[in-house]
């Protein structure tokens, strides 16, 4: 029975794809950026111990005091470890090398699979009033993506319109339905988003079509192109969406935002 007495819980999303380069985290944070513009309560969790997604929504290095490494492993309380970003409605959880070490501490852990899951159901995270939650999760199909999947409630899969991307997605989705079998039976797949894309180029074009023609409405029907401005962002420590507003990336990036949003208020329905 669910506790009426508390808000509505924030959608869960991890977005992920076991292949790096693919603009995961670049969807990630432009996504979390599109969302607020659209007035929704942002929190993005660095899962990735490169820690990209912190630099890029301009977290220093110096100022991680707590990360999801204190998150996972060392029972911090939520309140001392989001911080809140330059881009207004957008909090995260920072993440830093030492996340690098943790995988193989999970492993000793009973409860290493649901982890994340459990700290992001801490009372006091109702005080922050997220929307969405979204996962920036490493480039492999380790147990922090795990973890990820079990506390989500759908994946976002960036897919890099290239010869083979295809190919890598098929273990993905295996790994997705794995969880739905042994963790997470209410796990969906938000959608697969296309990134990269260069509609000169026939191989994106005909990596588009393969897509569609194999996984139908799961594909996003925006596309993310690739685009200059979005590669410039993150060494000036923003989303696009501040950096060019008008530019084709960020204009991508907040019709995504878009898409995700109407596809939500459907399926609550």
């Known amino acids: 029975m669910s506790d009426l007495s508390r808000p509505p819980a924030a959608k869960i999303i991890a977005i992920a794809n076991q292949k790096g380069g693919v603009g995961k985290t670049t969807t990630a944070i432009n996504l979390a950026a599109a969302l607020a513009e659209a007035k929704k309560n942002i929190l993005l969790v660095d899962l990735d111990p490169q820690g990209n997604a912190s630099t890029g929504l301009g977290i220093d290095r110096e100022n991680r005091d707590f990360t999801t490494y204190d ?7 939520l309140n001392q470890i989001i911080q809140s970003t330059e881009t ?33 159901k801490q009372p006091d995270i109702d005080g922050f009033a997220f929307d969405y939650i979204l996962v920036d999760c490493p480039p492999s199909l380790n147990l922090l993506t795990v973890n990820a999947m079990v506390a989500a409630d759908s994946v976002l899969v960036p897919l890099q319109s290239e010869f ?29 988003v ?11 074009q005909q990596v588009e079509a393969d897509a569609r023609d194999n996984l139908g409405d799961l594909v996003f029907k925006t596309v993310i192109p690739r685009n200059v401005r979005v590669s410039e962002a993150p060494s000036f420590a923003m ?12 204009l991508a990036y907040r019709a995504l935002g878009k898409e995700v949003i109407k596809n939500n208020a459907v399926k609550k329905r």
């Open 71 to 77: 998150l996972l492993l060392e029972d911090t309380p």
């Open 88 to 120: 207004k409605r957008v909090s995260i959880v920072p993440a830093t090398v030492d996340l690098s070490s943790a995988d193989i501490e999970l492993y000793t852990n009973e409860k290493r699979n649901h982890l994340l899951r459990d700290a992001l």
């Open 164 to 192: 083979f991307a295809l190919e890598g997605l098929s273990q993905l989705m295996l790994t997705i339905r794995e969880m739905r079998e042994v963790a997470n039976p209410n796990l969906r797949i938000e959608g697969i």
């Open 194 to 204: 296309l990134t990269m894309y260069d509609s000169r180029n026939n191989l994106s």
């Open 239 to 250: 989303p696009v969406l501040s950096y060019d507003p008008t530019s084709k990336g960020a």
